[in-house]
């Protein structure tokens, strides 16, 4: 590629360039939903059993 053209890239890795348009444009407007508020708690508790699901399988193994 660089060898048909003739020119050398100037950088190997950079940041991608964001659209103008769409920089802080999310809407924070309904995070305090109880709809919103409702779906954290339970992928909360979701997360919490499957830690302590994940510890007590572990520490079974590693104790026999």
Same mark, same amino acid.
């Given at each position: 590629? *660089?060898?048909?053209?003739?020119?050398?890239?100037?950088?190997? *890795?950079?940041?991608?360039?964001?659209?103008?348009?769409? !920089?802080?444009?999310?809407? !924070?407007?309904?995070? !305090?939903?109880?709809?919103?508020?409702?779906? *954290?708690?339970? @992928?909360? @508790?979701?997360?919490? @059993?499957?830690?302590?699901?994940t510890?007590m399988?572990?520490?079974?193994?590693?104790?026999?």
């Open positions: 590629m *660089v060898y048909r053209s003739g020119t050398c890239p100037e950088s190997i *890795v950079a940041m991608p360039s964001l659209p103008k348009e769409t !920089f802080m444009a999310l809407d !924070f407007s309904q995070i !305090f939903n109880a709809t919103l508020i409702t779906v *954290v708690i339970a @992928f909360l @508790f979701v997360d919490i @059993f499957d830690t302590a699901g510890l399988g572990v520490g079974r193994l590693g104790a026999s």
